[in-house]
């Protein structure tokens, strides 16, 4: 599972993470000597996927407030708790006509998309009753309450909401990778419990054989030293290791200009070290793995340099790291094979609810086993009772021929009529002058007139 980035400059405008966008120091930098191609001033850069269930809607809430040259401003003289308490969300009263329009139109839209998962998923349990204003209730990215204008206070609620998600992003990242891992141990040991004791041995030794491939890599530099970024600078770079200089090397990094080191920006610069140990060819190296990794190595780089926690890394933070005795003599860092993941008691708990889990499953596959068995008793029965209705049917039908009356059609009616019998009305038609037919070929003369004078 690839996990996906986070850019806060981008997708959280409205929050902590966007806030005064410093121009860096101007740098002179030798392209030449730099590998692949630089950034494309004016190009747009695409907005990484936040994870949020309504990132959509808080990228295009971002791109419009963005088109406002006041609230631009506001947000660039703009400090974290004027964010946090919901004084920039105030300044909204004071964009353009147009913009709010905008805004309106896109709330309305996220109002409709919620109401239709909401409804979609109601239908899928067969729920009558719908309150959609009551089930809007569970969103606390929008002021429900007033589905067709984007008020201030919506604003202030997109802001609060998707800073406190992002902040659970990550935990719940590292929650998700911890569960993969013991499942991964649960799997294995309900395999081993499958073989035989010889098989088992050389599963077990071709475990541990594969544990010590992984764990045999090359020295990782502490993420963030002078070490490990002077590793990129002349291997992804490809400029003198002598020459590094940290304020090149911020401005070479931040790859759209914008005067910060994002999450993103900041993951790329790990990937030289994570190549050390993770190669996707190897059967030992476990990719996912890799991003918790990833992850980690971002992590404590943000804790480390990130002063003002806004999830950003400007030049003046950048440069004050540099100058840490940390950058300089930093500890040595342990990959994800020299630590403990999980403890026994901690997989033991995960297997006690996978049982139960599994329980449940069992339980709801025998009802639905029983339910079908039912409908299919039912459906014989039915059958069943079919076939007697028409066994019935046939046999009045054989008594009524037995007796003499022929078998009835749809409607009551006789299909024929017996001989001698016919119906009022339906008398054979002889001619004149005899109850008999005229022999074939005769010609009948036709009756002589009763009021023809003869002489």
Not at 82 to 110: F, M, N, Y
Not at 149 to 155: A, H, I, S
Not at 157 to 181: G, P, Q, V, W
Request: proline fraction near 5%; charge should be negative.
């Amino acid at each position: 599972m690839k996990w996906l980035p986070v850019l806060p400059q981008q997708c959280i405008l409205l929050m902590t993470c966007l806030l005064m966008v410093l121009e860096a120091v101007p740098i002179d930098i030798d392209k030449t000597k730099v590998k692949g191609e630089g950034h494309i001033e004016g190009e747009k850069v695409e907005n990484p996927d936040t994870g949020l269930y309504y990132d959509e809607y808080l990228k295009q809430v971002i791109d419009v407030l963005e088109t406002d040259k006041h609230f631009r401003e506001k947000l660039q003289t703009a400090d974290i708790e004027e964010i946090k308490s919901g004084k920039l969300s105030r300044e909204l009263d004071l964009v353009s006509h147009h913009v709010r329009t905008r805004l309106d139109e896109l709330k309305r839209q996220e109002v409709a998309r919620l109401r239709m998962l909401i409804k979609a998923k109601m239908d899928s349990v067969q729920d009558t009753g719908l309150d959609h204003q009551a089930l809007l209730k569970q969103f606390e990215h929008l002021n429900h309450q007033n589905p067709d204008t984007f008020e201030p206070k919506d604003l202030d609620m997109l802001i609060k909401a998707a800073t406190s998600d992002l902040e659970n992003y990550d935990k719940t990242r590292h929650e998700e990778f911890k569960k993969y891992e013991m499942m991964k141990e649960h799997e294995r040991r309900e395999y081993l419990k499958t073989l035989d004791e010889e098989k088992r041995q050389r599963e077990e030794s071709k475990f541990e054989e594969m544990k010590k491939k992984h764990g045999d890599h090359p020295k990782v530099h502490h993420p963030g030293s002078k070490d490990q970024l002077k590793e990129v600078w002349e291997e992804a770079d490809g400029l003198d290791p002598n020459e590094f200089d940290p304020k090149t090397f911020f401005k070479l990094h931040d790859v759209n200009n914008d005067g910060f080191l994002d999450e993103q920006e900041l993951e790329a610069l790990f990937t030289k070290e994570l190549e050390k140990v993770y190669d996707p060819k190897n059967e030992e190296d476990d990719m996912v793995e890799m991003e918790e990794e990833r992850l980690r190595m971002r992590e404590h780089v943000m804790n480390e340099v990130d002063i003002n926690k806004d999830r950003l890394v400007t030049l003046e933070e950048f440069l004050r790291a540099t100058e840490k005795k940390e950058f300089l003599e930093p500890d040595s860092w342990e990959t994800l094979d020299q630590q403990q993941l999980f403890t026994e008691d901690e997989l033991k708990e995960f297997e006690s609810h996978i049982s139960q889990q599994e329980d449940e499953l069992r339980k709801k596959a025998e009802d639905l086993e029983k339910q079908k068995e039912e409908l299919q008793r039912q459906h014989d029965q039915l059958q069943a009772q079919k076939q007697e209705l028409q066994q019935v049917v046939k046999q009045m039908e054989q008594k009524k021929l037995q007796q003499g009356n022929p078998p009835a059609g749809p409607a009551g009616e006789l299909k024929f009529q017996p001989p001698g019998e016919h119906k009022v009305g339906d008398a054979p038609k002889h001619p004149a002058g005899g109850d008999q037919p005229l022999p074939p070929g005769h010609v009948q003369e036709p009756a002589a007139r009763t009021d023809q004078v003869h002489p």
